[in-house]
């Protein structure tokens, strides 16, 4: 560090916190649920959820990871573990050099489907009905330009 | 389940991505940056923050794990490995029956302090300034809001 950098300001510092907590807070309560219906834990969910959307409901491992934000080694842990419990497989894909395939089982399926009810609920209940629709809309606007401005960011 | 769930709209769905996506983004960068800048996870860095700015460095292991809405056997685990690399350190409370506490150590502090100034930049670079002050108030508002609603909703 060669200078002093800008420290956040009260309000900005409100607002970085807000991002934090409010995740740490709504993931927390879901994941004590996933955890007890479905036993998954948000790590397991995300990558169900990411594929169940994906065509076919596979993706590259290096594009799960990417849209993840995980370091591919953390990926390639979590992917075995799952693997293990059957609810990925990995594809291999020798002939176009751009690497393995990670596909969601009907297994994988059928968890989501199973946790999909009561997650939606609670979704609702700690989330969606507390705020009014207005606020829905500023929010998704604002998620959404962060969002595109870290994925054009360059990462270290 | 006894009747069908109330699905998300589309922009309810957009909203409750974008919490999501927007913190998993976020916070995927920054880990790495820590991660390479002084060898902590996200999960590390969350508990130094929360004890530094605790009065004397430290807070109940119950009130840790509340505030970060964690089991207490992951913050137990966490504990015991951040406790071995000496950034925290547990201090018994036999006389009030009300449990141990967590203590940041000098190290945990010379830690986050020197994680701070680079952390600072990257949260200014991918969250802050991409946003008007305007929108900075408007979602610390709507966080503020969440983050209030789940602390008085029961837990499972």
């Given at each position: 560090m060669?200078?002093?950098?800008?420290?956040?300001?009260p309000e900005?510092?409100d607002?970085?916190r807000?991002?934090i907590?409010?995740?740490e807070?709504?993931?927390?309560r879901?994941?004590r649920?996933?955890?007890?219906?479905?036993?998954?834990?948000?790590?397991?969910f995300?990558v169900l959820?990411d594929?169940?959307?994906a065509?076919?409901?596979?993706?590259?491992?290096?594009d799960?990871?990417k849209?993840l934000?995980?370091e591919?080694?953390r990926?390639?842990h979590?992917?075995s573990r799952m693997?293990?419990r059957?609810?990925?497989t990995?594809q291999e894909?020798?002939?176009?050099?751009?690497?393995a395939f990670?596909?969601?089982?009907?297994?994988?399926?059928a968890?989501i489907?199973?946790?999909a009810?009561?997650?939606?609920e609670?979704?609702?209940?700690?989330f969606?009905?507390?705020?009014?629709p207005?606020?829905?809309?500023?929010?998704a606007r604002?998620?959404?330009r962060?969002?595109?401005h870290?994925?054009s960011s360059?990462?270290?």
């Open positions: 060669t200078q002093q950098p800008k420290w956040l300001t900005e510092q607002a970085w807000g991002v907590r409010m995740y807070k709504l993931v927390g879901l994941s649920h996933l955890q007890q219906d479905v036993n998954l834990s948000p790590a397991d995300a959820v594929l169940g959307e065509p076919d409901g596979r993706k590259r491992h290096v799960l990871s849209c934000e995980w591919k080694s990926m390639s979590q992917i693997a293990k059957g609810l990925v990995r894909c020798p002939e176009d050099g751009r690497g990670v596909v969601i089982t009907e297994e994988g399926m968890t489907r199973a946790a009810p009561r997650h939606v609670v979704v609702r209940e700690l969606v009905d507390v705020l009014a207005e606020e829905l809309r500023q929010f604002i998620a959404d962060v969002i595109e870290v994925e360059p990462s270290p």
